[in-house]
């Protein structure tokens, strides 16, 4: 649902709690698919949820992006992430 923008204000912040004990965890689909959904959040709801923004950089930072099993658009979305 969040990667379809629907109920992200209340989605969000549980998928950060979920991010923040294990970033790479796998949703339905592959190792890292929720932490994928929630870099794909569009930037006003970063802006309008700065606190949220802050914690998605603590998580973010502190995944290891030489991990083999980590899907290369999730590496992208990172690198993105870090670069801002």
């Not at 592959?30 to 700065?50: C, I, M, N, Q, R």
Request: a negative charge; charged letters at 25%.
């Amino acid at each position: 649902m969040i990667s379809q923008d629907i109920g992200t204000k209340f989605l969000v912040p549980l998928a950060i709690e979920i991010l923040s004990k294990n970033p790479l965890v796998e949703g339905d689909f592959y190792e890292g698919d929720l932490l994928k959904s929630v870099l794909t959040v569009k930037p006003e709801f970063w802006a309008a949820h700065t606190n949220l923004k802050d914690k998605m950089f603590e998580i973010v930072r502190g995944i290891n992006q030489g991990n083999p099993d980590l899907d290369e658009n999730v590496c992208e979305l990172i690198k993105a992430w870090l670069s801002k």
